[in-house]
């Protein structure tokens, strides 16, 4: 477990499945997700599993995100795309239930997501991708120190039409001057 001030990042189990595909299938939580279509219990379930699998095997870190008071899981999140060799992963965050956004959450789940990336798996580079339109996001990844890198021009089609998808990345050396600054 990576426990944070108000969040702890932890292993899913399969008893969190009902909890995930509820929240998951409403469309204002997966509008900035890769894909819209709704889940069942059984490919979460299925996910889940294959999730263990993955990192046993190094690839996929992914985990719930529980609120510490009173203990209740939030959402999930997790580095995938894993690479020992090029030491770099992507992440991969949402808090699904909505009641909780804006209150400080995703910033620190991904400040241990960033911690754990660094410190416990000696990352060089974390990335991620974000839809053009997702503010929230992008102000958090600014906020833990990402920088924006890129665009990949009308990668997403949503509502009819097509958007951009930004990139951001933080490198080891950034992750670790901002802690010597004092604002990670
Ligand atoms: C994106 C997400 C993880 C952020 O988590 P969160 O707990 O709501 O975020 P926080 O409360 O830590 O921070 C939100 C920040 O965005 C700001 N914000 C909110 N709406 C905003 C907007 N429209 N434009 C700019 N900033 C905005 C808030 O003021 C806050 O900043 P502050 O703390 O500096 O005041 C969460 O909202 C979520 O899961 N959304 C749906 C799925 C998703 O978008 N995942 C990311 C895919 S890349």
Redesign the pocket.
Known sequence: MIRGKYVTLRGLELIDAPEIVRRYNDLE?RR??LSVVPISLEEERDRIKRSWELRRKGEYYMFGIELNKPKRLI?TCGLERVSHIHRRAEV?????NKT?????????ATQLLLHFGFNLLNLHSIW????ED????Q??YG?VGFQRVGTRRQAIFRDGRYIDMYLYDILAEEYRHQLERGTA
């Open positions: 939580v900035f997700l959402g991969s965050i949402a808090i699904f909780y956004w804006d209150q400080g959450l995703g910033t620190e991620l991708a974000v839809f997702n503010r929230r996001a102000h958090i906020k």
